[in-house]
């Protein structure tokens, strides 16, 4: 059977509705109403409560992409190998959405977001897996790009939700933010051409040793893909620590719950013009030079400045512009990094479950950050928090430089310096 394959246009326009979509559902309980709930619900134990909510819900979020690709990878039902996981992660996530909206305990708002990570990130996966699958590589930077947006849409209009319903009618809220990730992916998976995984004869039965061993591909023969895949931990840790800014405002400026979620969703709209128009632009920017490192470069840089910011803040104004440098270089970080993780992937047969894998890394940080928060608070209070995070996002740019440029760079530089050293006639 062909691999039949939407029209590049209607594919731009089917991801983007639904990514920014499930973007809504996932991303505005991530960055405001987790927080927000938690300190309402356990008033006096937040912050260790928080951590925990956060680093047990990323969990499912880091498994969830590569067994999101690989499953679509191998399906094979007429109805199409990423339809079927944007359909199902849709509709359970949403069960686990509607269990933190009327969540009265810790224990109840915890196992919703355990399901809702699960589950939206199967459905994200399979909204990335169609990058590889139907996205020519000349356009693969500019498509990145403009899929950027999602998020950044995504947490506008979750913002503008929050800020409009969380403190008179909270539960109207989380039923709106249920209908928007219920929504997203079946738009799409209706907007979409997709067939089914193409079946292969079947080799000799492996060990479930030697399948542990595969689901990682081997960093010796697989070198780059093994850095490019520490590169997102590393820089990411950077943009992560926008997950602790309610606790900080509330431990530091004595903020309520619901004032610092509202503080938070101004952070996060100030910051949205900036990662959205890095990110489009970007993208183009970087298949034109067909070069991926100065945009995460400059990615990299923006996190940091953002990070000596929300340091050295002793108000609101400040921290406004700490998010926005943060955001910025989110957008410019995410404009590029698509592409250069596109390149190196090992296997095109197991690109959803590669591609996963990298998903995963991105929300490593939120497993991290958590584990790493109460060790540098004691020793060094939020001075060490963001020096320690900008440290580890610093490692990611000597991580960058040991990957080598796009081949296609290398050789229109090489075209060009040939031109330019040919003998006159």
């Known amino acids: 059977m062909t691999n039949e394959k939407t029209s590049y246009k209607r594919l731009v326009a089917a991801i983007l509705i639904g990514f920014t979509m499930l973007s809504v559902a996932l991303l505005t309980?991530?960055?405001?109403?987790?927080?927000?709930?938690?300190?309402?619900?356990?008033?006096?134990?937040?912050t260790n409560t928080y951590g925990f909510a956060v680093g047990i819900g990323t969990f499912f979020a880091i498994i969830a992409?590569?067994?999101?690709?690989?499953?679509?990878?191998?399906?094979?039902?007429?109805?199409g190998k990423r339809r079927v996981w944007l359909i199902i992660g849709a509709v359970v996530g949403?069960?686990?959405?509607?269990?933190?909206?009327?969540?009265?305990?810790?224990?109840?708002?915890?196992?919703?977001?355990?399901?809702?990570?699960?589950?939206?990130?199967i459905a994200g996966a399979s909204f990335s897996s169609l990058v590889p699958d139907q996205v020519p590589e000349e356009k693969r930077a500019s498509f990145s790009g403009l899929i950027g947006l999602a998020q950044p849409l995504g947490v506008l209009i979750g913002n503008?939700?929050?800020?409009?319903?969380?403190?008179?009618?909270?539960?109207l809220l989380w039923i709106i933010l249920t209908l928007f990730g219920l929504a997203g992916p079946i738009i799409t998976s209706l907007m979409i051409k997709d067939t089914p995984a193409i079946k292969k004869p079947q080799g000799p039965k492996q060990s479930f040793g030697h399948m542990l061993g595969s689901i990682f591909p081997s960093p010796r023969k697989y070198p780059n893909y093994t850095k490019a895949f520490f590169l997102k931990i590393f820089i990411l840790m950077g943009y992560g620590a926008g997950t602790y800014l309610p606790i900080m405002l509330a431990r530091k400026f004595g903020f309520s719950g619901?004032?610092?979620?509202?503080?938070?969703?101004?952070?996060?709209?100030?910051?949205?013009?900036?990662?959205?128009?890095?990110?489009?632009?970007?993208?183009?920017?970087?298949?034109?030079?067909?070069?991926?490192?100065?945009?995460?470069?400059?990615?990299?840089?923006?996190?940091?400045?953002?990070?000596?910011?929300y340091m050295t803040?002793?108000?609101?104004?400040?921290?406004?512009?700490?998010?926005?440098?943060?955001?910025?270089?989110?957008?410019?970080f995410n404009s590029a990094d698509a592409s250069l993780v596109l390149r190196v992937l090992p296997n095109k047969d197991d690109a959803g479950k590669d591609y996963g894998l990298m998903t995963s890394a991105n929300n490593l940080q939120g497993v991290l950050i958590p584990l790493l928060a109460p060790f540098l608070l004691k020793i060094g209070g939020w001075y060490a928090f963001f020096i320690g995070l900008a440290i580890i996002c610093a490692l990611g740019i000597v991580m960058l430089y040991s990957i080598p440029e796009d081949p296609r760079f290398a050789a229109s530089k090489q075209a060009t310096d040939d031109v330019h050293h040919a003998p006159v006639a």
């Open 29 to 46: 309980p991530a960055l405001v109403l987790l927080s927000v709930k938690v300190i309402n619900l356990d008033p006096k134990n937040y």
């Open 65 to 79: 992409p590569p067994l999101g690709g690989a499953l679509g990878d191998h399906t094979h039902l007429m109805l």
């Open 94 to 121: 949403a069960v686990g959405m509607l269990m933190m909206g009327f969540s009265k305990s810790i224990g109840v708002l915890i196992a919703g977001w355990m399901i809702v990570q699960f589950f939206y990130n």
């Open 160 to 171: 503008v939700l929050a800020g409009a319903l969380n403190v008179k009618f909270p539960i």
């Open 258 to 309: 619901n004032h610092a979620g509202q503080v938070v969703a101004i952070v996060n709209i100030a910051g949205l013009v900036f990662a959205a128009g890095m990110s489009l632009a970007g993208g183009f920017l970087s298949d034109k030079i067909k070069r991926q490192r100065p945009l995460i470069l400059a990615g990299a840089i923006s996190m940091i400045i953002g990070l000596m910011l």
């Open 313 to 332: 803040a002793t108000g609101i104004p400040v921290i406004i512009v700490g998010g926005i440098f943060l955001a910025t270089g989110f957008g410019l």
